[in-house]
């Protein structure tokens, strides 16, 4: 099926240090979803974005729509052990409900 | 706890067994999706319920695959005669439906093991 494009697959870093990660897409998008999922887990909601250039923070989160409304990125400033995880943008198209995946983002936390 | 639950959480089965599964989503919400997610991927979208109606089907929901949502409340996902390829997470996810609050929260997961 369709996946948007993700990067980076995986990050390694010290705690302390901000992590980056974003997703691209062809297709235009009118709502962007940023999850995070824990092994055997379901995705757990982070922020939604609904509109071209919004940028919104969950405490240490922040995460951007793209102006273009085809990409998107999410900031994770000083990071702790407990962000590990695996890391999911998602996007729904104007015309539908279905919300399109990226393949993840795969974050490892160094004490 | 008022989030999306489905069950159950683990399921086991013989290639060429019928499994069910089931969703009860968040109160109030009137959608309801069901995605599955492989190893190493992102959720795939299946189907989707507005109330009691299903509205769309992706091509991934082949004819051994089959939803219900009769009262508009819990869902249930049916695989008949399950192939080894079937193996995955089924993801269950509900939301209001209103425009910009169509924001899709998930349960826990039902991983489904096929021998």
């Known amino acids: 099926g369709q996946q948007l494009n993700q990067s980076p697959q995986s990050m390694f870093i010290q705690e302390g240090e901000d992590v980056s990660m974003n997703c691209t897409s062809s297709?235009?998008?009118?709502?962007w979803l940023w999850y995070k999922q824990d092994p055997g887990e379901g995705p757990v909601l982070l922020i939604a974005l609904y509109k071209a250039g919004e940028l919104t923070s969950n405490g240490r989160l922040t995460a951007q729509f793209g102006i273009t409304r085809k990409d998107s990125f999410l900031n994770i400033s000083a990071s702790i052990p407990s962000d590990v995880g695996i890391y999911f943008c998602a996007g729904r198209e104007t015309s539908g409900s279905r919300l399109t995946f990226g393949e993840g983002t795969q974050l490892t936390v160094n004490p | 706890d008022t989030g999306v639950s489905q069950d159950p959480r683990h399921k086991i089965t013989k290639r060429g067994q019928n499994v069910t599964f089931r969703c009860d989503p968040i109160s109030e919400h009137n959608r309801l999706y069901w995605y599955r997610q492989t190893l190493g991927q992102g959720p795939e979208f299946l189907t989707y319920?507005?109330?009691?109606?299903?509205?769309?089907k992706s091509r991934l929901l082949s004819d051994r695959f089959s939803a219900e949502r009769p009262k508009g409340s819990f869902s249930t996902l049916e695989i008949q005669r399950t192939e080894q390829g079937d193996s995955a997470m089924y993801l269950c996810?509900?939301?209001?439906?209103?425009?910009?609050?169509?924001?899709?929260?998930f349960g826990p997961g039902t991983r489904l093991t096929v021998l």
């Open positions: 297709s235009i998008f009118n709502t």
């Open positions: 996810a509900s939301s209001l439906g209103l425009g910009q609050g169509d924001t899709q929260y």
């Open positions: 319920f507005q109330n009691e109606a299903q509205l769309e």
